[in-house]
């Protein structure tokens, strides 16, 4: 290998367009080919980025080879054949996240990723978001003390889609909380473990033309008797947000995916001598689509500089989360994930 990275990413017009700009502002890394169906987009896009060629079906990219790394920003449906298709044909991979909507197609990758020896990566961006980042430093470091309770969501305006119909596709059935809501259970998986039980209620009045229930409220027992929530809402009427608030034994730490600063509540004794709290507002970027970091990241782990961490257990224990809510909404009794070991 030389000493970039050399990446391919399938599905340009999408996310794909972040990943492509990390790819291209990273000196580790070089952008060797790309692929997606819509061939005056791709082609219009390779012109753009000066590239010879490009490929409207990526089973002839992974023939052509070249490359060190797929990128798959595809729609859902497709990880799974991708995935297990770049890994065998010697492919590292990053694949957008969700991992995929289903337990067998989870099972699969992991099955690709292991035989294959390759370094394959689930992006749950919001590890790479700078607010976030900090929460779960602060929470590690003993900041708040002991964690008891964590919360955060999924809120989303599906009704305004544009280019994503794909997402209300009925012969591909995508559960909002698998989708959209695997970012809110990742970051709280992150930061407070593997959950032990999930119990959930879910509705289905914002988005009656859609084949699935729009809003999911979903409660959930982690390690060390701490409870959380996770709110998954894919037709609420708000901009859309990740609010997030750790609540630990010394403080509190509250943060969203979009604003400028956390913010953390300690105890402390005011002027008055009365019971108090000191509010801090630590200021952070904002970058809540930090696709720059995963593709940095995995120049160096495939250059030996850093180990993976978001590796295909951890995109298929996310999944495993978000499918024990949809089956507790769907039974009315609590559920236990089925891991991936
Ligand atoms: N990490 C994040 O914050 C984030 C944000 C948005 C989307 N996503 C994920 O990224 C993936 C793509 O979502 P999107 O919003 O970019 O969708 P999109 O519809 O905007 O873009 C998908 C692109 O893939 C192309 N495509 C579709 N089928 C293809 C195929 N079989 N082969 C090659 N190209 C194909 C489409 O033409 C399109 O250009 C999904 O898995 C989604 O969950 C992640």
Not at 305 to 316: R, T
Request: charged share 25%; glycine share 8%.
């Amino acid at each position: 290998m030389e000493n970039k990275v050399r990446f391919a990413v399938i599905g340009t017009e999408g996310i794909g367009r972040s990943h492509i700009e990390g790819i291209l502002r990273n000196e580790n890394a070089s952008l060797a080919a790309i692929c997606d169906v819509d061939e005056p987009a791709v082609r219009a896009r390779a012109e753009s980025l000066g590239l010879p060629t490009y490929y409207t079906d990526y089973k002839d990219m992974l023939r052509a080879g070249g490359f060190d790394c797929v990128v798959i920003c595809t729609p859902d449906s497709f990880h799974k054949d991708q995935c297990v298709d770049s890994l065998n044909a010697g492919c590292h991979v990053i694949c957008e996240k969700p991992l995929a909507m289903r337990i067998d197609e989870c099972e699969a990758i992991i099955a690709a990723a292991r035989a294959s020896g390759k370094h394959f990566m689930v992006g749950q961006v919001c590890r790479k978001t700078p607010a976030f980042a900090l929460m779960k430093a602060m929470v590690d470091r003993g900041d708040i003390g002991e964690l008891f309770y964590v919360e955060s969501e999924y809120a989303h305006d599906y009704s305004i889609l544009g280019r994503g119909e794909w997402r209300k596709d009925p012969s591909y059935i995508r559960h909002p909380v698998v989708g959209g809501g695997c970012h809110a259970m990742d970051l709280l998986r992150w930061i407070a473990g593997d959950p032990t039980e999930v119990f959930a209620y879910a509705n289905h009045k914002m988005l009656p033309d859609w084949p699935i229930d729009d809003c999911t409220i979903s409660v959930l027992k982690y390690p060390n008797g701490v409870i959380g929530k996770v709110l998954t809402s894919i037709g609420c009427k708000r901009p859309y947000t990740m609010r997030t608030q750790l609540f630990g034994s010394k403080g509190t730490i509250l943060g969203d995916n979009k604003s400028p600063y956390i913010t953390l509540f300690t105890p402390c004794i005011n002027e008055k001598g009365k019971h108090s709290f000191k509010e801090e507002q630590i200021p952070i970027d904002i970058n809540h689509h930090n696709m720059a970091a995963e593709i940095s990241d995995m120049c160096d782990i495939i250059l030996g500089k850093m180990p993976l961490e978001i590796d295909v257990i951890e995109g298929a224990n996310t999944v495993a989360v978000c499918l024990a809510a949809v089956e507790s909404a769907e039974c009315g009794l609590p559920v236990k994930p089925h891991y991936f070991g």
